[in-house]
């Protein structure tokens, strides 16, 4: 089963998608793809294309920044049924790269997994 995890930000979901490969062994070994879905900017298109991929038993989890547009792009992916997780930073000024800086690969991901919650 592959996991999806969209994001704001391109830079957001490099960070997350390098922590997780690192996590497992490699990119070939990670089912987990990390996707940037431009945060309240999210087309029809993407929120489309996220439950498509949900309907057909792959896991969604959205991870936003925890900013107003983050919050506006959570949503606007649950209003579309797209999305069966969210991770959130819980913080209006933090977001995922800055904390998997901060943290590194190794303490970020495992930080990361606490934060994602069913929706």
Known sequence: ???RDSTEG???????QQALN????????????????SGSGASSHQVDCL??????????VAAPDSDKA???MLQKLQK???ITHYALTGQEDIDWNDAAKALGKKEFTKW????VKSI
């Not at 391109?10 to 997350?16: D, M, R």
């Not at 439950?51 to 969604?60: F, R, V």
């Open 1 to 3: 089963m592959c996991i």
């Open 10 to 16: 391109a830079f957001n979901a490099v960070s997350i």
């Open 22 to 37: 690192d996590m497992y062994g490699g990119v070939l070994n990670n089912p987990w793809r990390c996707v940037a879905a």
């Open 51 to 60: 439950k498509e991929l949900k309907d057909n038993g792959i896991k969604i």
């Open 70 to 72: 983050g919050i506006k």
């Open 80 to 82: 579309g049924d797209a």
């Open 112 to 115: 990361f997994f606490s934060t």
